[in-house]
């Protein structure tokens, strides 16, 4: 582990804005992300860059924003994170105002943090991530950003977002909050294979951006990842006479047409609520119903009712 603290200063100036934010690897994966939050409007045009393959990048503070493409051009070209970090600063005379962390394609780290950077402003960087902030609260932030981190399960992007949570929670930028971003790349993630964009999500403008983060990450995951078709629910019993009726309200379904059996026509549209709500995704085989595809219906209607 690598800790570095700025002594830094009081902020002043209206060009800098308080970050805090991961880079890192999924070793299991070779999945790459990075996860920011800023009391700084849409945050995630500034800070977060990945490449598959490549490596992931946090550019910050005074924020140099040639860092970003500079940086992953040498990632993958086959520099390893410390070097980056070394070449990007020292081709910029204004590199003690700025703050950057980096991830390598082999889970290498490393970051800087310039001297200038205004207080509390540090990083820690471990193998496969680099967490660093400036305007916080106080270290606290990055610590508990990078021990979430390290004791999280499941996916990249889950990890990176309890980071978030973590860091928030120990008190993040002492200014506030305002935005959040997620970005995740795989060889191949992006939507219909084309980029390497598994996850791509920003929060630009929010009393409490990193929860809108993560409402929005839930509905990527229902929206752009295949069902387990183990989990698929019957359509049976009081089952299907509940999708008939979430139907019904939904508008899918004339009233008429509900109760009785799971029949053609309720198949059918429920099969158009998929295609209408853009969950083809989650399609099961005739009579199946995926259990996120359910929890979203009955939440519409929900709602739905509730504003009435």
Known sequence: ???AVSPGRSPGSPAAFGT?????????????????????????????????????????????TSFGPRGLELLERGAAAAEVVERLVADDPESEHRQVGVVDALGGSSAHTGSRCYAWAGHRCGPGYACQGNILVGRDTVEAMAEAFLGARGELAERLIAALSAGQ???GDRRGQQSAALLV???GGGYGGFTDRLVDLRVDDHPRPIEELARL???HRLYFTRPDP????????????????????????????A?????????????RFHHTENLEERLCPPGRLDPGVLEFMRGLVAGAEAQR
């Open 1 to 3: 582990m690598v800790l």
């Open 20 to 64: 805090f934010s991961i880079v890192a690897r999924d070793a299991q994966t070779g999945d790459l992300g990075v996860a920011v939050q800023s009391k700084f409007l849409a945050v995630g045009a500034v800070v977060p860059w990945a490449r598959a393959g490549a490596g992931a990048i946090a550019t910050q503070a005074l924020a140099n």
């Open 185 to 187: 790349v795989r060889v």
């Open 259 to 271: 109760g009785g059996a799971w029949d053609a026509a309720a198949a059918e549209a429920l099969t």
């Open 217 to 219: 990450y839930r509905l």
């Open 169 to 171: 929670a120990a008190g």
């Open 230 to 257: 183990g989990a698929a629910l019957a359509l049976e019993g009081e089952l299907a006479a509940e999708v008939r009726g979430l139907l019904v309200r939904l508008g899918c379904l004339e009233p008429g047409e």
